[in-house]
Nanobody, 125 residues
Framework: QVQLVESGGGLVQAGGSLRLCCAA?????????MGWFRQAPGKVRELVTA???????????YYADSVKGRFTISRDNAKNTVYLQMNSLKPEDTAVYYC???????????????WGQGTQVTVSS
């Protein structure tokens, strides 16, 4: 069982930055792939970025095209925390952002069995 709690959301002007944090409790955090999803009003939830567990060769990451070069995902297994650094924010990044954990996959929503409650990010123009 894994419990996830997001923090760091808020209101920011276009071009600004925010860092989201997702604190995990439970066992074996390091073995989970972690993802950040978002859902804007009237839209389906989408995967923004994800990171695999860390192996001898490092961790693999995935980024949606819409955030490549602007967002960075990272994890600190010693702190059971995953981060989402968001730079050059745009109004279209406005959404509720969810942290999620997956035992088996990386890029499919159905592979994520544990979810946080979400944190609102609002980008004003």
């Amino acid at each position: 069982q894994v419990q996830l709690v997001e923090s760091g959301g808020g209101l920011v002007q276009a071009g600004g930055s925010l860092r989201l944090c997702c604190a995990a409790s439970g066992r074996n955090f390091s073995s989970f792939s972690m993802g950040w999803f978002r859902q804007a009003p009237g839209k389906v939830r989408e995967l923004v970025t994800a990171i695999t567990s860390i192996t001898w060769s490092g961790a693999n990451t995935y980024y949606a095209d819409s955030v490549k070069g602007r967002f960075t995902i990272s994890r600190d297994n010693a702190k059971n925390t995953v981060y989402l650094q968001m730079n050059s924010l745009k109004p279209e990044d406005t959404a509720v952002y969810y942290c999620a954990a997956s035992r088996y996959g990386l890029t499919q929503e159905y592979e994520y069995g544990y979810w946080g409650q979400g944190t609102q990010v609002t980008v004003s123009s």
